[in-house]
């Protein structure tokens, strides 16, 4: 769910995300560019919009990262990167064992 956020002195995007039960509010680091309108919810100018739209991708992405963090998609990669190249034994080419 997309909830753009724009503070009245700042020129950036800012996106609102659950995070443990709590409400966190993030620079989504996309400018604010064209006209505001008087409410968040009314169209701005061409400009504005396509900043809007920029925002919305950044949200977007990083909801997803953090979806995937969360469901441990990353730490499986890192397991398997961590098994294959444990494979291949230590710099002297001698298999690495448990404890050292």
């Excluded at 739209?53 to 469901?71: C, I, N, P, W």
């Excluded at 291949?88 to 448990?98: A, F, S, V, W, Y």
Aim: proline share 4%; aromatic share 8%.
């Amino acid at each position: 769910m997309w909830i753009g956020r724009i503070r009245k002195s700042s020129h950036w995007w800012y996106g609102v995300f659950m995070v443990n039960g709590r409400k966190t509010v993030i620079n989504l680091k996309v400018p604010i560019t064209g006209a505001r309108p008087p409410k968040r919810t009314m169209l701005g100018d061409d400009e504005f919009e396509r900043s809007r739209g920029r925002a919305q991708e950044a949200y977007d992405q990083l909801r997803q990262t953090m979806v995937e963090d969360r469901t441990g998609e990353k730490a499986l990669q890192k397991l398997a990167e961590l098994k294959i190249s444990g494979d291949q034994g230590d710099r002297n080419g001698q298999p690495r064992t448990l404890y050292g």
